[in-house]
């Protein structure tokens, strides 16, 4: 009998709740449920009541994730500067450009203006 209990102890430290499993996965409640919803985190039903997650699958899902954000970074959902990071307005495209291509756009006036010289010369 004690040999039964400890498989079943044993085995309950494998399963966490919804709160464990948000944390593991680093999103919200809400999110991870929505994730339930869409059956992309596998799921356990304990005593037909109670929802649990295995350890083992949910940080399968997480290195799924990362190897994701690593393979493919253009095709995350989630970047965690957008609240930082603003866009540009005009004045600050213009300085930009000004920065990065003042020599071509001084020599091409400077090319210009010799040859309005040069034409007006002759």
Same mark, same amino acid.
């Given at each position: 009998m004690d040999n039964q209990w400890?498989? /079943? #102890?044993?085995?309950a430290e @494998? /399963? +966490?709740?919804?709160h464990e499993a948000a944390e593991l996965l680093d999103v919200s409640e809400d999110d991870l449920w929505g994730l *339930? @919803?869409?059956h992309q985190v596998p799921t356990h039903q304990i005593a037909g009541a109670f929802l649990r997650f295995k350890k083992e699958d949910i940080e399968q899902v997480k290195i799924k994730w990362r190897i994701e954000r690593e393979l493919f970074p253009g095709r995350t959902r989630y =970047?965690?500067?957008h609240s930082t990071v603003r866009r540009a307005g005009v004045f600050e495209k213009l300085a930009d450009y000004w920065y990065f291509n003042d020599f /071509? +756009? #001084?020599c091409t006036l #400077? *090319?210009? *203006?010799l040859l309005y =010289? +040069? *034409?007006s010369s002759q």
């Open positions: 400890q498989d /079943y #102890l044993m085995e @494998h /399963y +966490i709740n919804v *339930v @919803h869409k =970047f965690s500067h /071509y +756009i #001084l #400077l *090319v210009a *203006v =010289f +040069i *034409v």
